[in-house]
């Protein structure tokens, strides 16, 4: 059963921007918080941006602010990861993950979609 499924992604040219969904069962609403994270060949994965749906609360990381915006539609069960200004280095499969909200680190997440490849290039 998948809980999580995001779409979205796709290939573009640096300064692009693509906008990444992010829709989930009704048991996305058993946790506080829904993120994205993101892994490219070869590294960790990270955190890119989070909102905790109970306090309208966002997170972003530093290589991402002011050019990512995460916002959610309660009513349509979604969250939204708009990407601006795309750069190379934001080349990586994007996950969504829902779960609890953290004040220090990253989203503690309990699942995790299949992800969605966001390739950018020069």
């Known amino acids: 059963q998948v809980q999580l499924v995001e779409s979205g992604g796709g290939s573009v040219q640096a300064g692009g921007s693509l906008r990444l969904s992010c829709t989930g069962s009704?048991?996305?609403?058993?946790?506080?918080?829904v993120g994205w994270f993101r892994q490219a060949p070869g590294q960790e994965r990270e955190g890119v941006a989070e909102i905790n749906i109970s306090g309208i609360m966002t997170k972003y990381a530093d290589s991402v602010k002011g050019r990512f915006t995460i916002s959610q539609d309660n009513a349509k069960n979604a969250v939204y990861l708009q990407m601006n200004s795309l750069k190379p280095e934001d080349t990586a499969i994007y996950y969504c993950?829902?779960?609890?909200?953290?004040?220090?680190?990253?989203?503690?997440?309990?699942?995790w979609g299949q992800g969605t490849q966001v390739t950018v290039s020069l």
């Open positions: 009704r048991s996305i609403s058993d946790w506080n918080s």
């Open positions: 993950a829902v779960g609890w909200w953290q004040y220090e680190g990253p989203l503690k997440a309990n699942h």
